[in-house]
């Protein structure tokens, strides 16, 4: 009989036995054990329960790795005041396609039935290797490596040649929050340009309210040093996303972030750009998309509001089987900026109209154009090669 919570919520019921079939066979998957709470021997109030198998099945559909997933909550036969979960899963497709401006990859996830992906780029402006892995060893430890060169762009003499490294540590405290140090060293062959070394100790957390509605909220703190100066800065945002129905999504950003030392000038910039440091949806897409120069967006504290307004207009696949999502928005950036050689805050904004192009699974490769305006009636056009938050 299904798992219900009938008579009092509240009540401990103990978690006897976890079934996990994988490709209709039964097996022992740290990987999928890794996506939910759910342990043998551990007790869980009836309403926990039912929360959990909702979840569970979330996370291991966002995960990529699956091509759908099925979680239930059994009274067991052997024990009645116990309970089993079964847990059902079928391998997605494994291989990776996508790119940017002016580079491809090509990668492969779950390598040996793992929570990982390994990845090569190959480009005019990027060339290189990366690998993660989410469940170390069969426990919640993340590792990961990323190595990018430019080389082509150097022997084309268009700009010097660069090394980019990535170190990424961390571990997850339960299913949906993570925490972990980033660093970053970064080397151009130039005179007189010294190596820029940045380490970022990162919280993050993903709230999984229901399918329908999901956030994910990131703590950021960035340390960039070199021979020549030293800089602290740190950064939050929250991201909501709610789907009322199939057609349509309304998502908001919040995000924040403040200069704390710099033995230079170095501010943060609100221009949206793709960037490789950040893990989720929020501080990678903080920015002003209307018509505000370089110069203008750099600031040393800010508080920013970003909205969208989603239609899923087009969904079909192309040949063979790759399924292609459009789905234009209205968006709107509002931010307050501040110098702290000035006194006054300085008010950003943009207004307009944008559009997904979305390729999701086997390509997971997204695109985001918008054109906005700001009250100065200056517009600018962006392109970013990433998911919108």
Not at 232 to 258: H, M, Q, R, V, Y
Request: proline share 4%; glycine share 8%.
């Amino acid at each position: 009989m299904l798992f219900c919570a009938e008579g009092i919520p509240s009540k401990k019921v103990l978690v006897s036995k976890i079934k996990i079939l994988l490709d209709e066979e039964e097996v022992k998957s740290p990987t999928i054990l890794s996506y939910t709470k759910f342990r043998e021997n551990k007790t869980f109030s009836q309403k926990a329960i039912q929360k959990e198998v909702e979840r569970t099945k979330i996370r291991l559909m966002n995960s990529g790795l699956f091509y759908s997933a099925q979680v239930e909550a059994h009274e067991s036969r052997k024990n009645p005041e116990t309970i089993v979960i079964y847990i059902s899963a079928r391998t997605g497709f494994l291989l990776r396609f996508g790119g940017g401006n002016a580079y491809g990859f090509f990668g492969k996830v779950g390598l040996g039935g793992k929570r990982n992906m390994l990845a090569g780029y190959l480009g005019y402006n990027k060339t290189g290797a990366s690998y993660i892995d989410e469940n170390t060893f069969g426990l919640p430890l993340i590792f990961g490596a990323k190595f990018f060169t430019n080389a082509a762009q150097s022997i084309a003499k268009k700009e010097p040649l660069a090394f980019d490294a990535y170190l990424k540590t961390g571990f997850f405290a339960g299913p949906d929050i993570r925490l972990g140090v980033d660093t970053r060293d970064q080397i151009t062959v130039r005179e007189n340009k010294p190596s820029l070394i940045t380490i970022s100790p990162y919280f993050y957390y993903t709230l999984l309210f229901s399918e329908k509605f999901i956030a994910n909220a990131e703590l950021r703190s960035f340390n960039n040093s070199s021979d020549d100066f030293k800089s602290d800065s740190i950064e939050a945002a929250i991201n909501l996303d709610f789907n009322p129905n199939k057609k349509i999504t309304l998502a908001g950003l919040l995000s924040g972030g403040a200069v704390i030392y710099s033995s230079e000038d170095v501010k943060i910039n609100l221009e949206k750009t793709s960037i490789d440091l950040y893990d989720g949806l929020g501080l990678a897409n903080r920015g002003i998309r209307s018509g505000y120069t370089k110069e203008e967006l750099e600031t040393d504290s800010y508080g920013l509001f970003s909205a969208e307004i989603r239609w899923n207009a087009l969904d079909f696949n192309m040949p063979p089987a790759f399924p292609v999502t459009f789905a234009p928005y209205l968006f709107t950036d509002l931010a307050l900026a501040q110098d702290y050689s000035a006194k006054d805050n300085r008010f950003l904004d943009a207004y307009g109209l944008g559009l997904l192009i979305n390729f999701d699974c086997p390509v997971f490769a997204y695109f985001n154009l918008s054109y906005g305006i700001n009250h100065e009636r200056k517009g600018k056009f962006v392109f970013a090669a990433m998911q919108s938050f």
